[in-house]
């Protein structure tokens, strides 16, 4: 048996508040919308991963979600003109990579990442 995918799902009365965030500032399609259920993706390969974290790293908190960018720059400037204020970084972090915290309209703390 080979694991495919793992998909992320989040508990929502708003669905339709979902595009903003994820369709318009970071880009996603939509790949199935049946009203009840909307799945947002591209078509670029991912790796199948899941993580359990006692923190965030740097004494932050478990994010709820990590997107990995090609420009955490670009994406960050994205989220603040579309309202989505950081909670934490820009930050360069000793492991490797440049991240912010940012909350989607739900409330889920999302680590938008950049590996250097």
Do not use: C
């Not at 508040?17 to 947002?40: C, E, N, P, S």
């Not at 400037?77 to 912010?100: K, L, T």
């Amino acid at each position: 048996m080979k694991v495919k995918r793992i998909v992320a799902n989040v508990a929502t009365q708003e669905i339709n508040a979902a595009k903003r965030f994820y369709g318009d500032v970071l880009g996603l399609d939509v790949l199935m919308d049946q009203g009840w259920i909307a799945t947002y993706g591209a078509d670029e390969a991912a790796r199948v991963q899941i993580s359990f974290m006692t923190e965030g790293g740097s004494g932050t908190p478990v994010p709820d979600l990590s997107i990995e960018v090609d420009d955490v720059d670009t994406a960050l400037d994205a989220m603040q003109r579309a309202g989505f204020e950081a909670e934490y970084g820009p930050a360069d972090e000793p492991w490797g990579v440049r991240r912010f915290f940012v909350r989607d309209p739900f409330g889920k703390l999302v680590n938008i990442l950049q590996h250097l």
